[in-house]
């Protein structure tokens, strides 16, 4: 067999492999009727329980959020500034930022887009991007609040759902 023989069999071998793992890894948006809660693929059959589109990145906060569509998959390592979880700040004072990072690795997470709020973040304090997809907690306090429960679902790099939960405090 010559070399063209051998290279073009080679090419479509490769080309086959490829495609496959394309199929098999690739996400694409198909609709709030594509999956149920927990990810099994409806396979466009009339189904009740068939909220949530099949690729994690395609869902609205409202499906995130009212749903919890495909919960178990949000990936949960990530918290604030110096693995804090608990921020007690003071009326009228300006907090220090707190970035969203990963605890395994301690580096500020990039990439994170559209932030899904399960809770409103009192008034003063609000999330910043920087353009890069590295997202803050900053402000001014401007009410007293006792310690109260927020997280904030992001969706990140290769179809994650990343989810960072902290208590705020204002004295």
Known sequence: MNNLGLYSKYLIFMLIIFYNFHGIYS???????????????????????????CCLPCNTCEQFLKFNCLASRYIKHY????????????????????????ERTGGVVPYLWDPCLRRLLPNGIYLKNDNNGKYKLIGVPKEKLEKTYFEILFKGPVSQIVTVSFTITIL
Do not use: F
């Not at 918290?79 to 990963?102: A, H, Q």
């Open 79 to 102: 918290t604030l500034s110096e693995n804090k979880s608990d921020i007690i700040t003071k009326i009228n004072v300006r907090m220090k930022p707190e970035y969203i990072i990963d």
């Open 27 to 53: 996400c694409g948006c198909y609709g709030s009727a594509s999956c149920t809660l927990n990810g099994t693929q409806c396979n466009y059959q009339s189904n009740e329980s068939c909220l949530c589109d």
